[in-house]
């Protein structure tokens, strides 16, 4: 069974530019979750998504967005880049929703300079 | 209130010992608390869990203790080996679909050494 898939693994965009992050879930699961990684701040939710609608966001504002298509795949946006916005960006896939297993992808390591 | 507080925030360990890292939670609405490890290069994976209505789950040589009464709950790693080196995230969950969530802990990194 394959695992989530997250790309592109690394990018570099500068201040003021958009990125858009992909993630293909495990086969099967309907819920994708993302999340931001930066040391010293842990894992911080960025939104939920389960059979293309958001379920549950998080404190984050609105340049980060994201949507779910009909096959599962998740996309997460954002846009107009900070030096802030440079961190790890995990997407989670699984089953049920966060009270279930959580798979997590590799993550997309986005630097903003 | 729906923060989960982790410490501490580096371990360093010899092989054989115990490793022990806390977390500690005001809300008394989460019931699910779950583990996850991350190897360097790699997204968390789910070690292990518990919910509230048991005090002591173990897994090999890991163990989630829970105390209800502190809203405290530990993850121990007996024997610890370097294979076990790693960032560790506790959790913990509440709410049912489609409000529950899931907050992480600020992750403890473990170094175990030869």
């Known amino acids: 069974k394959a695992g989530v898939t997250q790309t592109p693994r690394y990018l570099i965009k500068t201040r003021g530019q958009q990125v858009t992050l992909s993630c293909s879930p495990i086969s099967g699961h309907r819920s994708v979750s993302w999340y931001q990684q930066t040391p010293g701040q842990g894992l911080q939710f960025l939104f939920e998504y389960f059979s293309e609608t958001q379920r549950n966001k998080g404190n984050f504002p609105g340049r980060f967005s994201g949507r779910q298509f009909s096959n599962s795949r998740s996309e997460m946006n954002v846009s107009t880049l900070e030096l802030g916005d440079s961190a790890l960006y995990l997407c989670?896939?699984?089953?049920?929703?966060?009270?279930?297993?959580?798979?997590f992808g590799e993550g997309s390591r986005l630097t903003v300079l | 209130q729906q923060q989960v507080k982790q410490s501490p925030q580096s371990l360093i360990v010899q092989k054989g010992g115990i490793s022990i890292i806390n977390c500690a939670y005001e809300n008394t609405a989460f019931d699910y608390f779950p583990w996850y490890q991350q190897f360097p290069g790699k997204g968390p994976a789910l070690l292990i869990a518990i919910r509230p209505d048991v005090s002591e789950k173990k897994e090999g040589r890991f163990t989630i203790s829970f105390n209800k009464s502190a809203k405290q709950f530990s993850l121990h790693i007996m024997d610890s080996q370097p294979g076990d080196s790693a960032t560790y995230f506790c959790?913990?969950?509440?709410?049912?679909?489609?409000?529950?969530?899931?907050?992480f802990g600020t992750g403890t990194r473990l170094q175990v050494f030869p």
């Open positions: 959790a913990a969950s509440m709410g049912t679909p489609p409000t529950d969530k899931l907050i």
């Open positions: 989670a896939s699984s089953f049920r929703g966060p009270r279930g297993e959580l798979f």
